[in-house]
C-alpha cells in the first residue's frame, strides 16, 4: 500500500497507475489530460518549425535551404527528446514530471522570438563583410535556440505513452492513439501558424501563442502557482510587436510588412531616396529617387533601352506591350508610363502586399499600367502573349526560384513573345561571381539565337536574349532620338553590351540545382575574401 501510495506524494497530483487500481473511473480523467498536452504538443512542434522558418526570412530569405535546415533541426531535436524523453519517463512516470516538460517548452519557445534577434542581426552583419565563419555561427546559434523547446516536446511523446499504457497488452492500441492525437495536433499547428497566425498576428506572436497553448495544458497537472505563467505569456502577447528590423541609423522607417511570403520594409535614407527591402535586406527591390524622377542610375533603367538594341526596332518604336515579372514596388513598370505612355505594362508580382506598398511608397502608376497578383510562370503560361518585351525581375536576392531557370521556362517566354520580341532578365549575383550568369546565358542559348549581357552593376547583370539579332551599335545609334533622358542611359549601356560568356550548365525543370550554386558562390567568395 505504502509502495503505491508514494508516487502521488511525489508528483503532488494522484497518480494514473495507482488510481486504476484503486478507482477504475480516475483513469479518464488523467488520460483526458495526457490527451490535451499530446495534442498540443503536437500543435506547438509543427507550428514553431513554420514559425522558425519565418524568424529567419527577414535575415536569410525563405529558400528550400533555409527550410530544410529548419526542418532538419526539428528532427534531430525532436529524435533526441524522444529518446531521453523515454528513458526521463521510466525514472519519473509522473503526470507532473510530463507537465513540468511541456512548461518548460513553453517557457522557451516564448524567449525564441526576443532573444534570436541579436544574434540574426549579427549573421546579416557577417554576411554583409563576407565573414563566413560568423555568419554560419550565428546561424547554427539561432537554429539552437528553436532546437532546445523542441528537444523538450520531443521528450513529451514518450512520457505521455509511459503514463498513458498500464498494462503491457494495450501498448500498441495507446501508442497509436497517442501518435493520431498529436499527428492531429501537428496538422492543426501547420494551418493555424501558416493561415491565421503569422499573417494576423506576426512570428512573434505566433511563438507566444503556442507557448501559452503549452503553458495553459501544463498547468492542468501542476500547483496553482504555475499558473502565473499562462498569465505572463498572454501579457506578452498583448505587447506592440514593434519593429522587425530597426532601421540604421539616419535613415526612417516608414512601412513594414510580414506579407504570406516574407517580410518587407520600405527605408527613407538620410538623402531622401526610399527603398524596398525584402527578407534579409541584402539588395534593393525597388528605388524611388528623392526628387521623383523616373531613371535611376541603377538596373531598373535597363529594360527601357535594351529593347533598342534589336536590329528590328526602330528609335521610334517602342515596344506596344511589356510583361514584368517580378514588379515589387514598380520602379520600371512606374518609367514605362513615364517613357513610353502609349505602351501597355502588364506587371505581375507574386506578393500582393508589395503592390499596395508600391502604390502607396513609390508612386506607382501608369495610364496603361495593369497590375496582376500572381506566380510569374502560371500567369505567362495562361496569358495570350504577343509580348513585346518580357522583363525577368523576379529573384529574391540571393536566391532564384528555380522554376524560372530553366530551358522550359524560357521557352514559353519565347512563346508569349511577339515577332522580335525580347526577354531581359536580372542577375544578381556575388561580387567577382559569374557561375549563376553563366548557367542562366547556357540554358537561355539553348532557346534563343542570339544572348547577350549588360554587366550594369558588380552584383547585377542584365542577360539579354532574343531571335533577331542584337547590336550594340544598333543600340547607341538609337540613343539620340529616345525620349529625353533616355539617350545617356542607352549610349552607357551600349558600352557595355556584350556576348555572353561562354560555358554554363542547362537547367531544365527535372534539374536545376539553383540554391547549391549561389550557396557554393557565395561561400567561395567569403573563403577569397578571408585570405
Known amino acids: 500500500m505504502a509502495a503505491e501510495a508514494r508516487p502521488a506524494v511525489d508528483s503532488g497530483v494522484p497518480d494514473d497507475r495507482a488510481a486504476d487500481s484503486a478507482a477504475p473511473t480516475a483513469r479518464p480523467a488523467g488520460s483526458r489530460r495526457i490527451a490535451v498536452i499530446a495534442f498540443v504538443v503536437g500543435a506547438s512542434s509543427l507550428g514553431s518549425e513554420i514559425a522558425a522558418a519565418r524568424l529567419l526570412a527577414p535575415y536569410f530569405g525563405d529558400s528550400t535551404l533555409i527550410w530544410a535546415n529548419t526542418i532538419a533541426t526539428v528532427l534531430v531535436a525532436l529524435s533526441v527528446g524522444y529518446w531521453i524523453g523515454g528513458r526521463a519517463a521510466d525514472r519519473d512516470p509522473s503526470l507532473r514530471g510530463l507537465c513540468r516538460l511541456a512548461l518548460g517548452a513553453a517557457v522557451l519557445l516564448a524567449i525564441v522570438p526576443f532573444v534570436a534577434g541579436p544574434f540574426l542581426r549579427e549573421a546579416v552583419n557577417a554576411l554583409d563583410a563576407i565573414q563566413a565563419g560568423a555568419f554560419v555561427g550565428s546561424l547554427i546559434a539561432v537554429l539552437v535556440l528553436v532546437a532546445v523547446p523542441v528537444f523538450l516536446l520531443g521528450m513529451c511523446s514518450p512520457y ?79 505587447l506592440p510587436a514593434g519593429t522587425i528590423k530597426a532601421p540604421e541609423p539616419g535613415e526612417r522607417l516608414l512601412a513594414e510588412a510580414e506579407t504570406e511570403y516574407g517580410y518587407a520594409r520600405v527605408i527613407e535614407r538620410p538623402n531622401g531616396d526610399r527603398w524596398m527591402e525584402l527578407n534579409e535586406g541584402q539588395a534593393i527591390h525597388s528605388l524611388l529617387p528623392a526628387d521623383g524622377s523616373y531613371l535611376t542610375g541603377d538596373y531598373w533603367d535597363e529594360p527601357l533601352v535594351l529593347p533598342f538594341a534589336s536590329v528590328a526596332r526602330a528609335a521610334d518604336d517602342p515596344p506596344g506591350r511589356v510583361a514584368i515579372l517580378g514588379n515589387a514596388g514598380g520602379t520600371t513598370a512606374r518609367a514605362f508610363g513615364h517613357f513610353f505612355p502609349d505602351t501597355r505594362v502588364d506587371a505581375v508580382e507574386i506578393d500582393g502586399e508589395l503592390t499596395e506598398l508600391g502604390r502607396r511608397w513609390f508612386d506607382l502608376h501608369g495610364r496603361n499600367l495593369h497590375l496582376h497578383t500572381g506566380d510569374a510562370r502560371p500567369y505567362l503560361r495562361t496569358s495570350d502573349g504577343g509580348f513585346d518585351l518580357i522583363v525577368v525581375d523576379a529573384y529574391r536576392q540571393p536566391y532564384i526560384p528555380f522554376y524560372m531557370t530553366t530551358r522550359e521556362f524560357f521557352e514559353l517566354c519565347r512563346d508569349r513573345l511577339a515577332p522580335g520580341g525580347m526577354v531581359v532578365i536580372n542577375v544578381g549575383h556575388p561580387e567577382h561571381s559569374q557561375r549563376l550568369e553563366q548557367v ?72 536545376a540545382p539553383v540554391e547549391w550554386l549561389i550557396d557554393a558562390s557565395i561561400v567561395k567568395v567569403a573563403a577569397d575574401g578571408e585570405r
Open 440 to 511: 542562366l546565358g547556357a540554358t537561355l542559348n539553348a532557346v534563343f539565337t542570339h544572348v547577350a549581357r549588360d554587366s550594369v552593376q558588380p552584383t547585377n547583370t542584365m542577360l539579354v536574349a532574343s531571335d533577331t539579332a542584337v547590336s550594340a551599335g544598333a543600340l547607341a545609334g538609337h540613343a539620340a532620338s529616345l525620349p529625353a533622358g533616355l539617350g545617356p542611359v542607352a549610349t552607357r549601356t551600349a558600352a557595355r553590351l556584350a556576348p555572353r560568356i561562354p560555358g554554363g550548365r542547362v537547367y531544365t525543370d527535372d534539374i
Open 160 to 238: 505521455a505513452v509511459r503514463l498513458s499504457v498500464s498494462v503491457v497488452g494495450e501498448t500498441g492500441r495507446v501508442t497509436g492513439r497517442l501518435y493520431a492525437i498529436s499527428t492531429l495536433g501537428s496538422l492543426t499547428g501547420t494551418f493555424l501558424s501558416a493561415l491565421v497566425l503569422i499573417p494576423f498576428l506576426g512570428t512573434r506572436r505566433t511563438f507566444l501563442v503556442f507557448a501559452l497553448s503549452l503553458a495553459i495544458a501544463a498547468v492542468l497537472g501542476l500547483t496553482r502557482r504555475a499558473a502565473v505563467a499562462p498569465l505572463v505569456l498572454a501579457a506578452l502577447i498583448a
